[in-house]
């Protein structure tokens, strides 16, 4: 039901998706307290220019996948919250370049947060469901979810780990996108982790393959494949646009029906390759 071409797509959200960390320059973070926190350098200059990448849903359906040895075969790695990967690896690989978190993980089990070794590897990069629209400021003011004493703390405890605060404009850009491309009137909640991952190594990466986010022929109402708690939200959503995401995304695929059916696989340009 997309309105627009594939190509086109793509081009909008090479075009309009800004993504972009908070840096010391950006507005209430310019101060002296903030530029011990902040990374010095770029997500850019840290990941360097990356060639094919994965990013692993953290979907049921993953269970019994076998593709842990496909994903590690990527040139870099990005998973979602708290999804471990020891005693997955066989499904999920071992490798985590970067790990996506919701700014809830790092208020909410802020003491799992800081405790739980899982989030020590790789680069984090923590997002927060701000106001549509809103500027920087006003988010700043009123996040959805006060992470950023967690944010510090966490940062004191790993100085040397790459932590980023993702810009909260990202989000809404990509979300007009998706509301444009979408017959029904959306609720104007945030894209999932999911959604913003796909574009961030998308802006990172000359290929991106995603993995259960377009479910397999394993597909199941098992929500994570590390949990056993069965809701049908996970995959089809509630408060994410999750359904009209994954239209998108599949409008997008440069891969075969088949390799979603059986890998729940999905191959996208990067935006490097996307040329308009
Ligand atoms: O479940 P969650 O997501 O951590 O999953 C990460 C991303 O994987 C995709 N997914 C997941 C399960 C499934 N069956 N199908 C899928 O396609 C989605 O794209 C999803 O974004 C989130 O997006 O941040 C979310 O986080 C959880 C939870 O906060 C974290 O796991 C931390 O504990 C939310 N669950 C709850 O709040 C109860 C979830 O709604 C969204």
């Given amino acids: 039901t997309a309105k627009l071409s594939p190509e086109k797509l793509l081009c909008q959200l090479r075009d309009r998706v800004n993504v972009t960390m908070i840096q010391g320059s950006d507005g209430p973070f310019d101060t002296s307290e903030w530029q ?44 979602f919250n708290g999804a471990p990967i020891k005693g997955f690896q066989e499904d999920v690989g071992q490798k985590t370049t970067i790990r996506l978190v919701n700014s809830q993980l790092v208020t909410v089990e802020e003491q799992q947060f800081l405790r739980e070794a899982l989030y020590n590897t790789g680069i984090l990069i923590v997002w927060d469901p701000a106001p ?3 500027e920087i400021h006003e988010w700043y003011r009123k996040p959805d979810y006060n992470f950023f ?36 009137h959306i609720q104007p909640n945030p894209p999932s982790s999911g959604m913003l991952g796909i574009v961030i190594m998308m802006t ?50 440069q891969g075969t029906d088949e390799d979603i059916y059986i890998q729940g696989k999905v191959t996208l340009p990067g935006f490097r390759n996307v040329h308009c």
């Avoid at 011990?36 to 220019?49: A, D, F, I, M």
């Avoid at 004191?156 to 993702?166: D, G, V």
């Avoid at 990202?170 to 444009?180: A, F, H, K, P, T």
């Fill in 36 to 79: 011990q926190y902040l990374p010095g350098k770029s997500l850019n200059e840290t990941v360097g220019r990356l060639g094919r990448c994965a990013v692993v849903s953290s979907a049921g359906s993953l269970k019994s996948s076998h593709l842990g040895q496909e994903i590690d075969s990527h040139d870099a790695v990005l998973r």
């Fill in 204 to 253: 990172l990466c000359d290929e991106v393959d995603v993995y259960e986010f377009l479910p397999s022929k394993r597909q199941t109402d098992i929500c994570h494949y590390y949990q056993k708690f069965h809701d049908r939200a996970c995959t089809m959503g509630a408060y994410h646009p999750l359904l009209f995401e994954k239209n998108l995304v599949k409008h997008i695929n």
């Fill in 132 to 134: 549509y629209h809103a």
């Fill in 149 to 184: 004493e967690s944010y510090k703390l966490y940062r004191s405890a790993h100085p040397e780990q790459p932590f980023y605060i993702l810009n909260p404009k990202m989000q809404w850009q990509l979300w007009d996108i998706l509301q444009e491309n979408s017959l029904e």
